[in-house]
């Protein structure tokens, strides 16, 4: 299978601060998302990216697949960020590889 | 709009014990997944199905069985639990891709404990 690394593991911020989300893979892949697991446990996709760069409110990845690495950027970040955040990627047959995530905490 | 239902929400289970965590999707996608998620991780895919009489192996197949014998259900079987299978167990359904993206939904998950 495909090995995905996901970095930092924890990160805490205040409130209004910005974070960078780093996940490193092993192989290249045909599809990768970003997903936000929230406090009461539910998964959210965030992104589709594979390749280039996205924006969604304060959220925007990149993924450079040439050199195996997509980023999530968090600007401002608020509250309800918190959670924990995922990276999954697809080499080919449906065949998902998740990060072991990194868990973000905002504090007030 | 259900979108993925999962039951049931919690569960436990005496080792040895048999299962059936349910799970039904009313999007008419072809593809549907089983994960299980254990503490630092991460998912881990069990087995996939890409439409009605159609299931594949994942990462982690052991201990567990599916069927596909409609589009809108996915059941995963524990025949005989093991402590090692307590976990958080998560199903997924999308449109099977051929083009554009298509995001995975995810049920709300189901909780084991196999004491």
């Known amino acids: 299978g495909i090995q995905v690394e996901q970095s930092p593991p924890d990160l805490i911020l205040q409130e209004g601060a910005n974070s960078t989300l780093r996940c490193n893979f092993s192989d290249s892949v045909n599809n990768l998302q970003w997903f936000h697991q929230n406090p009461w446990g539910q998964l959210i996709n965030l992104f589709y990216?594979?390749?280039g760069t996205k924006q969604n409110g304060r959220l925007s990845a990149t993924t450079v697949a040439t050199e195996r690495y997509s980023l999530l950027y968090i600007s401002s970040s608020q509250t309800t960020d918190s959670g924990v955040y995922f990276c999954a990627v697809e080499k080919y047959g449906n065949q998902f590889y998740f990060g072991t995530g990194t868990s973000l905490t905002v504090i007030p | 709009n259900a979108g993925v239902t999962q039951t049931p929400k919690f569960q436990v289970l005496k080792t040895g014990q048999s299962m059936t965590l349910q799970c039904a999707q009313d999007?008419?996608?072809?593809?549907m997944s089983w994960y299980r998620q254990d503490p630092g991780m991460g998912l881990r895919l069990i087995h996939y199905?890409?439409?009605?009489?159609?299931?594949d192996q994942g990462e982690v197949p052991n201990g567990y069985n599916v069927s596909r014998s409609t589009t809108e259900d996915f059941p995963l079987r524990l025949l005989s639990a093991a402590p090692s299978q307590t976990s958080v167990y998560f199903c997924?359904?999308?449109?099977?891709?051929?083009?554009?993206?298509?995001?995975?939904?995810f049920g709300d998950g189901t909780r084991l404990s196999i004491l």
């Open positions: 999007m008419n996608h072809e593809y």
């Open positions: 199905s890409v439409g009605a009489g159609i299931t």
């Open positions: 997924a359904s999308s449109p099977v891709r051929q083009g554009p993206y298509q995001p995975q939904h």
């Open positions: 990216i594979p390749s």
